[in-house]
């Protein structure tokens, strides 16, 4: 097996991903295949449609927290991060059970741990690639819980809300660099 070098952090549906099976990632999340055949079901029943051909789950290869990694500090030189990002949905709601959601009430402190963790798991000079959407949370109010600033990022243009406001994605690129190394 090749040396494991990337960490998809809450890697879901690995939608993000061309090579849905690339073997040096290690799509971690806390769903498994019970809750990823729930998904199914939702997505069959948005599209009115059952048996659907361009279906291909993918189960994490390991199960686990993004607060709370099993895994040496400094390991991944490459982190990508798109945890849930709506506090907001109803327990029915497809989009929940697709994407996850955060606790309206414990949200920042589980996207600081989150962060925290990334950063402590990321190698020297690593690179951690963080993607959101301000559908609920500005992506500012967000950023202010990471241990640094993001070196550069890019937005784009989504859907509205229901409050008829378009909601952006942003990425974000890290860089874990040590002091001295810019003074």
């Known amino acids: 097996m090749p040396e494991q070098l990337i960490l ?9 991903w ?3 099976d690339h073997p040096g990632v290690v799509f971690l999340d806390q769903r498994d295949d019970v809750e990823l055949s729930a998904d199914k079901l939702a997505y ?7 048996g659907s051909k361009k279906w291909n789950p993918k189960v994490p290869t390991v199960k686990g927290d993004f607060r709370k990694l099993d895994y040496p500090d400094e390991t991944f030189p490459l982190i990508v991060w798109d945890p849930p990002h709506c506090k ?30 990334l950063w402590r798991v990321l190698k020297l000079y690593g690179v951690l690639i963080f993607k959101w959407n301000d559908h609920n949370i ?3 109010t ?9 070196l550069f990022g890019q937005v784009s243009a989504g859907a509205k ?10 990425w974000f690129c890290f860089m874990k660099i040590p002091k001295e190394a810019v003074s």
């Open 8 to 16: 998809d952090a809450s890697s879901g549906l690995r939608m993000m």
């Open 18 to 20: 061309f090579d849905k």
């Open 44 to 50: 069959e029943l948005q599209r009115g449609r059952k």
């Open 88 to 117: 907001w949905l109803g327990e029915k709601s497809l989009f929940k059970k697709r994407f996850g959601a955060l606790d309206a009430e414990t949200w920042p402190d589980d996207i600081k741990r989150g962060a925290a963790e």
């Open 138 to 140: 500005s992506h500012k």
């Open 142 to 150: 967000v950023l202010k819980l990471f241990p640094a600033k993001p």
């Open 161 to 170: 809300n229901k409050r008829g406001q378009p909601c952006h994605t942003f």
